[in-house]
Nanobody, 119 residues
Framework: QGLFVESGGGSVQPGGSLRLSCKASGFSFGDFVLSWYRQAPGKEREVVARITTLGSAFNIADFVKGRFTVSRDNREKVGFLQMDSLKPEDTAVYYC????????????WGQGTQVTVSS
């Protein structure tokens, strides 16, 4: 059975950086499109960015362009979200999801990791 374990969240001051990781096991990670989402208190979940099976980023949200970078290592079965120049409005629970290439529904989800940006 597939499993996605997230790590890397925490608290940081504005302008700081964090790197989130999503480690997969039990499924063919390289065949899945990886998505990063976030959900702030009282708000709906929103897409942060996605990355193709071959490592090309797409669906990058305007609010993170130029600040966040999505990447993946298919050999190690891990996805990354590098977050730089963090702002207080980036505070949210961040989730990773994986969908088989060519489908529209995420089959596997990370457990979520809290990111808090405050001074």
């Amino acid at each position: 059975q597939g499993l996605f374990v997230e790590s890397g969240g925490g608290s940081v001051q504005p302008g700081g950086s964090l790197r989130l990781s999503c480690k997969a096991s039990g499924f063919s990670f390289g065949d899945f499109v990886l998505s990063w989402y976030r959900q702030a208190p009282g708000k709906e979940r929103e897409v942060v960015a996605r990355i193709t099976t071959l490592g090309s980023a797409f669906n990058i949200a305007d609010f993170v362009k130029g600040r966040f970078t999505v990447s993946r290592d298919n050999r190690e079965k891990v996805g990354f979200l590098q977050m730089d120049s963090l702002k207080p409005e980036d505070t949210a629970v961040y989730y990773c999801g994986a969908r088989l290439f060519g489908t529209d529904v995420d089959e596997y989800w990370g457990q979520g990791t809290q990111v808090t940006v405050s001074s």
